[in-house]
């Protein structure tokens, strides 16, 4: 038997397989009572349009606050570990390290609930949410900064030599020619790090929320309680599609994009 059909027959029984699988789901599954428990219309009613004035809304800004701020501390920690000064290199070094290596959640408590206890109940700006926020920008800063870190380093360092042959000082040259060149380099990782901490904003419920301060998973959760079904938490995955499926997308292009530049 020859190569090309035998491949053939084996993607026709893997299709076989699949096929097979969808079906068997669809014959098996109960489809009245999924509908009744997770796709239940009075609830979707009841938890509408707070489910994307409020919870939807809040995920969005807390994300956007968490990048923004991380953003601005990953430059400072690139810079800083790119630093001709050991001390400089070292404490990034050691930022770097301590937050990659922590899990979000962690952070968020020792943020909230920690720093209070710490320092005689002074609490971080912004209460509880701050708190939470300051810590994703703690830890996104880790990471973004690494990106950022690899970025410059990519940059070809003639670009350096011919800016300082012009007479440009090192700082100028930075600012220039090498950091915008180092962002279109990293925008994709950094479009997939606003992904992520979208969904990292679910740990924020661990800070305690006040009203109106819910975000998607939170907000879910509760109505999941007061209304005795799974309803809302799907509709929250929905909503965590929207946002993020485009941004994914996004995050496809752009990759693309940069693999033809090369």
Known sequence: MKRSTKRRLR??????????????????????????NFF??????????????????????????????GLALAFVLALMKLSPLKPYRWAATAYI????????LIVIIL???????????????????GAAVIAL??????????????????????QTEAAHSLGMSGTWTMLSVVLPQAVRIVIPPLTNEIVLLLKDTSL??????????AELTNFASDNVVINSSPTPLIAAAVCYLII?????QLVAYLERRSQKAR
Do not use: C
């Open 204 to 213: 924020i419920s661990v800070a305690g929320v006040g009203i109106g301060q």
């Open 111 to 129: 943020f909230a609930l920690g720093i209070p206890l710490a320092f005689n109940g002074k609490a971080l700006p912004g209460g509880a949410i």
């Open 97 to 104: 390290e301590f937050f990659r290596g922590l899990p979000a």
């Open 40 to 69: 239940d219309g009075g609830v979707l009613k009841a938890i509408w349009p707070e489910l994307v004035t409020e919870a939807a809304k809040n995920t969005v800004v807390y994300t956007a606050e968490a990048f923004i701020g």
């Open 244 to 248: 993020t499926l485009p941004l994914t």
């Open 11 to 36: 993607d026709g029984a893997l299709y076989a397989l699949f096929l097979g699988a969808v079906a068997t789901l669809i014959l098996v599954a109960d489809w009245s009572k999924i509908r009744h």
């Open 137 to 158: 920008i703690a830890v996104s800063g880790a990471y973004m900064a690494e990106t950022l870190r690899a970025g410059i380093q990519a940059v070809p360092r003639g």
